[in-house]
């Protein structure tokens, strides 16, 4: 935000009545406000007078700041806010996403208009231009409120596309699952086929499932401990792969598995070498794996996880007993998937006809 300072006199040589006046520009228009009452042209010129006028206009004074880029700003934003370096990454790529520069534009320069534009002439689904105007709600909100480096929030009218939660998440048929893991167990290593079998049969996020060790797997009780998930953080300047906290608390958890997929752990750890840290899967990150799921399915891997909670809910299993195995909320199992399948609208339909028929 560009902005400059004048003094000026209201009152007369023998009675001096000075003002302050700070001219700003905001979205593109410059206003002004001001603060009178002082006795002398030094006085109305003071940095204590200076400062009372630009919090008055909820600006910060710190050039560095004010000449933030967004995408400098995210930096920011991710060391204050301890988000995690998958996290700070999928910002960044949300807002690269945009096409009119707005990542290397600074933050003062950006208006409303220019985010609707943006996101107008994204190419994007509408569950990615959605994400993408949550992350610059909140990036934006901190800008104004907790750096005070705008005075207008230019994120804060984004409207969020109305979706069906069928438009929303990736679900596969019976059919495709089945297809997906009999092809997946026949044509490739049997890491990567196990890999998506406990993906699909677990509910697992991916992160989860590469940071299973073999002190989690309880074969005699059909058991998965979830305790903890294998990513990518920032540690004294470098990004490392390694063990992380699980997502939430809620997502400590431990998981009944059935007997085909205790079946086929049991093979495979009969088949592979013990790894030193006692991993199950020795994989640096997800996009392989999920490169192969998407290469089967036309989806990324976390469709398994959805397809799960979806089979679950069909087959009558109650919403606390899914948030709980899913490590999730019930507020989120509802808001994502209650009514998404054809399936449960079937059973719905069917249970209709029998209790009211």
Request: glycine share 6%; proline share 1%.
């Amino acid at each position: 935000m560009r902005y400059n300072f004048l003094v000026r006199n209201r009152g007369t040589k023998s009675k001096p009545a000075w003002q302050l006046v700070i001219s700003y520009e905001q979205d593109g228009r410059w206003k002004q406000k001001s603060k009178g009452g002082f006795a002398s042209r030094a006085e109305a010129m003071s940095d204590t007078a200076k400062k009372l006028l630009i919090d008055k206009i909820g600006v910060t004074t710190d050039r560095d700041l004010l000449d933030l880029t967004l995408g400098e700003f995210i930096g920011i934003y991710a060391v204050d806010k301890h988000l995690a370096y998958a996290t700070e990454t999928s910002y960044r790529s949300d807002i690269k996403s945009l096409k009119n520069g707005l990542y290397d534009k600074k933050i003062t320069d950006i208006t409303f208009a220019d985010l609707r534009h943006a996101l107008n002439s994204s190419t994007r689904k509408d569950t990615s231009k959605n994400k993408t105007i949550t992350v610059l709600k909140s990036l934006f909100l901190a800008a104004q409120k907790t750096y005070k480096i705008i005075a207008v929030n230019p994120a804060e009218d984004l409207q969020r596309a109305s979706l069906r939660s069928a438009d929303s998440i990736n679900v596969l048929t019976d059919f495709e699952l089945k297809t997906l893991l009999a092809r997946s167990r026949k044509e490739l290593q049997f890491s990567n086929y196990l890999q998506i079998a406990i993906c699909a049969k677990t509910g697992m996020r991916v992160g989860e499932m590469l940071g299973l060790t073999t002190d989690c797997i309880n074969l005699a009780c059909r058991e998965i401990t979830v305790n903890k998930q294998w990513g990518t953080k920032r540690s004294d300047g470098k990004i490392l792969q390694s063990f992380m906290p699980c997502k939430t608390y809620r997502s400590n958890r431990t998981i009944p598995i059935s007997q085909s997929l205790a079946d086929d752990i049991m093979l495979y750890l009969q088949i592979s070498p013990a790894h030193i840290n006692k991993r199950l899967f020795i994989r640096s990150d997800s996009s392989g794996i999920s490169r192969i799921v998407h290469g089967y399915t036309g989806h990324g891997i976390h469709c398994l996880r959805h397809t799960y909670a979806t089979k679950l809910l069909s087959a009558g299993i109650d919403i606390k007993t899914v948030a709980a195995l899913l490590g999730d909320s019930v507020e989120t199992v509802l808001k994502a998937y209650v009514s998404y399948t054809e399936d449960l609208r079937a059973k719905a339909k069917n249970d209709i006809q029998r209790l009211f028929g």
